[in-house]
């Protein structure tokens, strides 16, 4: 396993991030305690030694899940971190009434990292409301031993970062980003880097394959990459495109299967990062896949309690790029209707309760009424 040196840590350079853990087959929602349970002491015996959770993942079973399985292990074996749930005001209310629940659900005595949750445009003016309080709040827990080191995780504009660096630079230690070959110019990263950079703050890496989008690619894309190297699998090439970025610290992966685990853990074994060529291979790649994407859905999630109908707004969304693809309505709805009623767009009624959550700012109403309207033509 490669490390990571910060400050005076070595971290893992793959951090296994909790957020997309398997389920039971029959059953959504719960999670596989068999399976995750297997993958965690797999991780933990193969060299990862950081773990990410966060408030609202797995509808809140993740933090739960990270409490009982990682307290089977010493606790200088690993870095626990979490996230302050800040989707609304309310939340911001009863922060410490949130950090104490975390920190029982974890079944910690303190977070070894801990984050300001999806710093956005929609709601960085909460987080920098002094009224409310909160950095007050959580440098008073650093302070006292309960945080141990503070950061913050964003998908906001490039203004608004700076402007919220302008306030806190001093206070933040890290910052987690949307980094991959994608991102790298369509959500900007390459400028969000610089302005980190420009403060001296290490950058973790989240959605390093976009919500599994890069895992695989079109036939003529893999052809492209294995010509340069025929022995990485396709996922590698993202991590391997990371790997070019010496300020990069931990690079988080929502892994859902061992299959999954063990081969990002064999990745992460060596340091092999892109050359200049590769570099630019992959980068005209991102160009010609983003002249043909509908939605740029990273499948967090964070939509879907917020929708008042229960839609499976992430399934919906896969599935309008398919449909961008193939341009018939036949021939794409076997997974919306896996999904039954949560999965039918018909049933939107473009509420835009969904977009207040969505980080990476999709006009999701708009986009899932003009799908459903197609199914309306049909019949």
């Known amino acids: 396993m490669l490390y990571r040196k910060f400050q005076d840590l070595y971290i893992s350079a793959l951090g296994f991030g909790l957020m997309r853990l398997p389920y039971l087959d029959d059953n959504r929602n719960q999670l596989n305690m068999t399976k995750v349970r297997e993958m965690v002491h797999y991780a933990m015996e193969h060299g990862i030694n950081y773990y990410d959770t966060a408030y609202n993942y797995h509808d809140g079973q993740s933090e739960r899940v990270a409490g009982e399985l990682l307290n089977e292990y010493p606790r200088d074996r690993f870095f626990l971190a979490t ?82 660096l302008k306030k806190y630079h001093d206070a933040v230690e890290f910052c987690q980003i949307q980094i991959n070959w994608i991102d790298w110019t369509y959500q900007n990263a390459k400028e969000k880097m610089e302005i980190l950079n420009n403060y001296g703050i290490p950058v973790w890496v989240m ?103 229960s839609l499976d707004i992430p399934v919906i969304l896969e599935t309008c790029n398919t449909y961008a693809f193939v341009k018939q309505i036949s021939s794409v709805p076997r997974k919306l209707q896996q999904v039954g009623e949560a999965g039918d767009p018909r049933r939107c009624i473009a509420c835009g309760s969904c977009e207040s959550a969505c980080p990476q700012n999709i006009p999701i109403a708009e986009t899932i009424s003009k799908f459903g309207a197609k199914w309306k033509l049909k019949d």
């Open 83 to 164: 996230k302050f749930p800040g989707f609304d005001r309310e939340r911001f209310l009863r922060s410490q009434e949130i950090f104490q629940e975390q920190l029982d659900k974890c079944q910690v005595d303190f977070f070894d990292f801990y984050l300001m949750h999806s710093v956005s445009d929609n709601n960085i003016a909460l987080y920098m409301d002094d009224e409310l309080g909160l950095m007050d709040y959580l440098l008073k827990e650093k302070k006292a031993g309960r945080i141990r080191h503070l950061g913050f995780s964003t998908h906001a504009s490039n203004d608004n970062l700076r402007l919220f």
């Open 207 to 309: 959605e390093p394959l976009r919500g599994g989008y890069l895992a695989s690619l079109a036939e003529d894309e893999e052809t492209t990459l294995r010509t340069m190297r025929p022995d990485e699998s396709i996922p590698a090439w993202s991590f391997r495109y990371l790997q070019q970025f010496p300020e990069i610290g931990v690079i988080l992966s929502g892994m859902s299967t061992m299959t999954q685990l063990k081969e990002n853990i064999e990745t992460f074994s060596q340091f092999k990062p892109v050359s200049r060529e590769e570099n630019k291979a992959l980068l005209t790649l991102a160009e010609n896949k983003l002249a043909k994407m509908v939605v740029q859905c990273t499948v967090c999630r964070y939509c879907v309690p917020e929708c008042p109908l």
